[in-house]
């Protein structure tokens, strides 16, 4: 081997500390959200332009929101995460926990929907859609059936035993689900008593499993074993675009809106970048990526594309736009309570 010259080991050292320095600058910010087809959309095709413009690697923290919620409530007193997404009414509770700081002033602020602004934009909206009815397809053409086209047909007696439901206590679908029975039955999203004393005898006798993660459907319904049950527009496609038989209906009586909310995690150790990623997020570039690549309805009305994402963008709007929004200040002062009931009578 030829040895090197001193100038040849100098400048290889320097090199050498060159790239170590880079690599020192390089931070990492931890964001908790849902894991599959939000994990591998975000951190494939939207976090990029953030992260190459700050030096930064964005690391997901996968999980439901009850689980980030627990984590972050847990490391409440030294934040293991910067970011959280949290579905919309788990996210007025974080900001009720003292959990959120509030989100800095920023150009994308303006651009949001009215409904994305949560608490004073202590928490803000990043993707918006709707909990509405699925139906496996290849059941219901098997079986002769029409489509089903209101949220009361889950108590229909011919669909017994091929109902699936998501437990209440862990999903916001569920609770959507019940909310929207409820009010169907006289109730209120304060007072839930009708839902309750109708369940045993209209849609608890049809339902074949609770479950408490929806990522269980894309099984059941391959199998056949799902055949009608609460679902998004956005997962109806990504289990059809996976060769799923499922279709999203709009129920005659409304959908109930659902959104995907972000905060900044209070005391984190990186608060600025922290605050740079949550409005880099509500920005229409990153916004349109995660429409174009995810299903993601965007909550930045100046949010444009072209081809199948506006049209997608344009049917998610109008479905939005026929939908409710619940009062999770109320819902979230009962909800413990109605959690315990559903697991004494419900799911016992």
Same mark, same amino acid.
């Given at each position: 081997?030829?040895?090197? =010259? ?16 880079? &690599?020192?600058?390089?931070? *990492? ?42 984590? !972050?409530?847990?490391?409440?007193? /030294?934040? %293991? ?25 920023? +150009? ?7 409904? !994305? ?15 509405? @009815?699925?139906?496996?397809? $290849? ?7 029409? +489509? ?8 229909? +007696? ?24 409820? %009010?169907?039955?006289?109730? *209120? ?79 984190? =150790?990186?608060?600025?970048?922290? &605050?740079? @990623?949550?409005?880099?997020? @509500? ?7 995660? @429409? ?10 100046? #949010? %444009?594309? *072209? ?5 997608? %963008? /344009?049917?998610?709007?109008?479905? #939005? $736009?026929?939908?409710? =929004? ?10 413990? !309570? ?11």
């Amino acid at each position: 081997m030829i040895p090197l =010259s001193r100038s040849a080991l100098i400048a290889a050292a320097c090199a050498t500390l060159a790239t170590g320095a880079v &690599q020192a600058q390089t931070k *990492t910010l931890y964001i908790g959200m849902n894991g599959g087809n939000m994990e591998k959309t975000f951190t494939q095709f939207v976090f990029g332009p953030f992260e190459q413009k700050h030096n930064v690697k964005v690391v997901v923290v996968p999980g439901g929101s009850a689980d980030i919620l627990a984590k !972050a409530q847990a490391a409440k007193d /030294k934040p %293991q995460m910067h970011v959280m997404f949290l579905d919309d009414g788990v996210m007025y509770r974080a900001v009720g926990m003292g959990l959120c700081e509030k989100q800095k002033p920023n +150009p994308n602020l303006a651009g949001l929907l009215p409904v !994305a602004h949560i608490k004073d934009d202590m928490a803000t909206g990043v993707t918006i859609s709707v909990t509405g @009815l699925a139906y496996n397809t $290849k059941v219901f053409a098997d079986k002769g059936w029409a +489509p089903p086209t209101s949220w009361l047909d889950l108590a229909d +007696p011919k669909y017994k035993g091929k109902v699936v439901f998501q437990s209440l206590p862990s999903s916001t679908f569920g609770l959507h689900a019940f909310l929207a029975f409820n %009010q169907l039955k006289g109730g *209120t999203d304060a007072n839930v008593e009708p839902g309750f004393k109708a369940w045993p005898s209209t849609i608890g006798p049809n339902v074949v499993e609770y479950i408490s993660n929806s990522a269980k459907i894309s099984e059941m319904a391959q199998t056949g074993e799902a055949a009608l049950f609460p679902y998004t527009p956005t997962q109806s496609t990504i289990l059809k675009s996976k060769g799923i038989p499922v279709e999203y209906v709009q129920p005659k009586e409304g959908a109930v809106v659902l959104m995907v909310a972000q905060c900044v995690i209070a005391n984190n =150790s990186e608060p600025q970048l922290a &605050q740079e @990623l949550a409005a880099y997020l @509500l920005s229409p570039e990153a916004q349109a990526k995660a @429409l174009e690549n995810g299903s993601y309805n965007p909550t930045n009305t100046k #949010v %444009q594309v *072209t081809g199948a994402a506006a049209a997608e %963008q /344009k049917r998610m709007n109008e479905i #939005v $736009k026929n939908s409710r =929004s619940v009062d999770w200040d109320e819902v979230n002062k009962n909800r413990s !309570a109605w959690n315990t009931r559903w697991n004494r009578s419900v799911e016992r």
